[in-house]
């Protein structure tokens, strides 16, 4: 149909009332970080691993700061002790495990705690012999804190009365009566505290029993203490006596709980207990400790706070460095680019396992072996950002926009950090972070590796907890586990977040690895 030959009653007006104009958007502009936000929130395995990271992240920050355990306390009865949690008891996170021993070894475990009425032993789940000695093994589940039982302890006079009147306060009994072990002509205390029963017992021999169990095979436990009596045989002339339920009239056989010495008293004291007077509390480690008898929760929360902070201080100088290095290259290129380039890449050739053990043999010294491994990792941890940042202005320096802000009068350092630096965040940003999971992995290398040494009286580290639990895996993996497990949740999860980064400032880099 020919559009001039159609009648002009066929036309009329769209609008014949109202003006038309443009009309206001309904809904707030969305800017660039916000509209990566929301791509990155879309991800869901990103998300999972922020919200892991910022777990990790609290946890190193909160847990030195509430944990009534800190770096620096170290005790050498619960050293190993297994990991506590009164919540998860019911699935074996009890401070229990099970050991192997001889009859002698069990006899042992068993005998610590009957005297305050209970056993190391909590139960005993099978036993052995050995096909070719005859030797009986008892396979037994024990409690890795009650197997501590009793200790010697030497206080000075004011702390024995200050001990004394708490348990009178409180009626819970701390001091204990000193064991001797008997031989046929002397008697002698013996330097085992857990000891308190009779070895060399005189009790006659019957049919199917020993000097150490009855007729069921059951230990005999005979109380053997040292008394106002038998102190001279030991050795002792001067003693501090309790009276007890069963001592006689004239006090000889009374039980002697403290022995006069140069500096106070030696005691013999229940440790459980001890512990619960000088701390307020008893021990219960939810990691367990180490071989050093140090909470492991709180020396893993204190390492890893060490390596955030020393990954992030990294981060950051290393974005700053990067940053102004590759807008300088990738801005004015020629000469400059050719020559920056050159000292990047001489840069980049050196080694860093080089760089931080040269550091560490000389710089560490003087600056300390902290500040040295900064410097180690700023030396040449800035050259990835720089390149990428390199790369963005050599993309977009000779866009439309650019020529025309050059045009309008911009200068250069209007046209590097209000035009081209903006476009390129994306993927700095992304490079920058993934800087800290590899500094807190360098450092635990380095550390477990022992190239590197963080660990003083109050500070430790990831790598230095896993190097000091290798020696101990087979027997107590606890103290390698959890480490590894901060280092492999953080590793991963900040793979994640990257990825989630990545796809989210830059769309069309989706699935493709950088």
Same mark, same amino acid.
């Given at each position: 149909?020919?559009?001039?030959?159609?009648?002009?009653?066929?036309?009329?007006?769209?609008?014949?009332?109202?003006?038309?104009?443009?009309?206001?958007?309904?809904?707030?502009?969305?800017?660039?970080?916000?509209?990566?936000?929301?791509?990155?929130?879309?991800?869901?395995?990103?998300?999972?691993?922020?919200?892991?990271?910022?777990?990790?992240?609290?946890?190193?920050?909160?847990?030195?700061?509430?944990?009534?355990?800190?770096?620096?306390?170290?005790?050498?009865?619960?050293?190993?002790?297994?990991?506590?949690?009164?919540?998860?008891?019911?699935?074996?996170?009890?401070?229990?495990?099970?050991?192997?021993?001889?009859?002698?070894?069990?006899?042992?475990?068993?005998?610590?705690?009957?005297?305050?009425?209970?056993?190391?032993?909590?139960?005993? @789940?099978?036993?052995?012999?050995?096909?070719?000695?005859?030797?009986?093994?008892?396979?037994?589940?024990?409690?890795?804190?009650?197997?501590?039982?009793?200790? !010697?302890?030497?206080?000075?006079?004011?702390?024995?009365?200050?001990?004394?009147?708490?348990?009178?306060?409180?009626?819970?009994?701390?001091?204990?009566?000193?064991?001797?072990? !008997?031989?046929?002509?002397?008697?002698?205390?013996?330097?085992?505290?857990?000891?308190?029963?009779?070895?060399?017992?005189?009790?006659?021999?019957?049919?199917?029993?020993?000097?150490?169990?009855?007729?069921?095979?059951?230990?005999?436990?005979?109380?053997?203490?040292?008394? @106002?009596?038998?102190?001279?045989?030991?050795?002792?002339?001067?003693?501090?006596?309790?009276?007890?339920?069963?001592?006689?009239?004239?006090?000889?056989?009374?039980?002697?709980?403290?022995?006069?010495?140069?500096?106070?008293?030696?005691?013999?004291?229940?440790?459980?207990?001890?512990?619960?007077?000088?701390?307020?509390?008893?021990?219960?480690?939810?990691?367990?400790?180490?071989?050093?008898?140090?909470?492991?929760?709180?020396?893993?929360?204190?390492?890893?706070?060490?390596?955030?902070?020393?990954?992030?201080?990294?981060?950051?100088?290393?974005?700053?460095?990067?940053?102004?290095?590759?807008?300088?290259?990738?801005?004015?290129?020629?000469?400059?680019?050719?020559?920056?380039?050159?000292?990047?890449?001489?840069?980049?050739?050196?080694?860093?396992?080089?760089?931080?053990?040269?550091?560490?043999?000389?710089?560490?010294?003087?600056?300390?072996?902290?500040?040295?491994?900064?410097?180690?990792?700023?030396?040449?941890?800035?050259?990835?950002?720089?390149?990428?940042?390199?790369?963005?202005?050599?993309?977009?320096?000779?866009?439309?926009?650019? %020529?025309?802000?050059?045009?309008?009068?911009?200068?250069?350092?209007? %046209?590097?950090?209000?035009?081209? #630096?903006?476009?390129?965040?994306?993927?700095?940003?992304?490079?920058?972070?993934?800087?800290?999971?590899?500094?807190?992995?360098?450092?635990?290398?380095?550390?477990?590796?022992?190239?590197?040494?963080?660990?003083?009286?109050?500070?430790?580290?990831?790598?230095?907890?896993?190097?000091?639990?290798?020696?101990?895996?087979?027997?107590?993996?606890?103290?390698?586990?959890?480490?590894? %497990?901060?280092?492999?949740?953080?590793?991963?999860?900040?793979? #994640?977040?990257?990825?989630?980064?990545?796809?989210?400032?830059?769309?069309?880099?989706?699935?493709?690895?950088?």
């Amino acid at each position: 149909m020919d559009i001039n030959n159609i009648p002009k009653e066929k036309f009329r007006l769209a609008n014949t009332s109202d003006r038309i104009s443009d009309k206001k958007f309904a809904t707030k502009p969305i800017g660039y970080f916000k509209d990566a936000m929301i791509r990155f929130s879309k991800n869901k395995s990103s998300v999972a691993a922020t919200i892991i990271i910022f777990i990790l992240l609290l946890y190193a920050i909160f847990v030195p700061i509430f944990s009534p355990y800190t770096v620096s306390d170290r005790d050498g009865y619960y050293k190993m002790a297994l990991p506590k949690s009164t919540l998860f008891a019911w699935l074996g996170w009890d401070g229990c495990g099970e050991q192997k021993e001889t009859q002698a070894g069990y006899d042992y475990y068993n005998g610590i705690g009957q005297e305050y009425g209970t056993s190391a032993v909590v139960k005993e @789940n099978s036993t052995s012999v050995d096909a070719a000695t005859g030797q009986v093994y008892h396979n037994i589940y024990v409690d890795s804190y009650e197997k501590v039982g009793f200790v !010697y302890a030497d206080l000075h006079a004011d702390a024995y009365e200050k001990l004394q009147r708490y348990q009178d306060e409180t009626g819970i009994q701390v001091l204990y009566p000193i064991p001797t072990y !008997y031989k046929t002509q002397f008697v002698a205390v013996s330097s085992t505290a857990n000891l308190w029963y009779e070895l060399e017992n005189e009790r006659p021999e019957t049919s199917g029993a020993s000097k150490y169990h009855d007729e069921q095979g059951n230990p005999i436990y005979v109380p053997s203490y040292l008394t @106002n009596k038998n102190k001279e045989r030991a050795g002792y002339t001067s003693t501090v006596r309790l009276p007890n339920d069963n001592g006689g009239e004239d006090g000889e056989s009374w039980f002697v709980y403290a022995v006069k010495n140069q500096t106070g008293y030696h005691v013999r004291v229940l440790y459980k207990e001890y512990y619960r007077y000088l701390h307020g509390h008893y021990a219960s480690f939810l990691f367990g400790t180490n071989q050093h008898g140090q909470d492991i929760l709180v020396s893993l929360a204190s390492g890893a706070r060490l390596s955030f902070i020393l990954a992030i201080s990294v981060s950051v100088i290393n974005f700053f460095i990067g940053i102004i290095y590759g807008a300088v290259s990738g801005y004015y290129g020629g000469a400059v680019d050719l020559i920056m380039e050159r000292i990047t890449d001489i840069l980049s050739s050196i080694p860093f396992i080089v760089v931080a053990t040269l550091f560490q043999m000389h710089l560490s010294e003087k600056v300390g072996p902290l500040v040295s491994l900064l410097f180690a990792f700023v030396l040449t941890g800035w050259i990835g950002i720089a390149s990428r940042v390199r790369t963005q202005f050599y993309r977009f320096k000779n866009q439309e926009y650019i %020529l025309a802000a050059r045009t309008l009068g911009a200068k250069d350092r209007r %046209l590097i950090f209000r035009h081209i #630096l903006p476009n390129s965040l994306g993927t700095i940003i992304t490079g920058t972070v993934l800087i800290i999971p590899g500094v807190i992995f360098s450092e635990s290398m380095l550390s477990y590796l022992g190239i590197i040494n963080l660990e003083t009286t109050g500070m430790t580290s990831v790598g230095t907890l896993l190097a000091q639990g290798q020696s101990y895996l087979s027997k107590f993996p606890h103290i390698i586990l959890f480490p590894s %497990l901060f280092i492999s949740l953080l590793e991963i999860s900040f793979n #994640l977040f990257g990825n989630g980064l990545r796809d989210a400032f830059n769309p069309s880099l989706r699935g493709a690895d950088e």
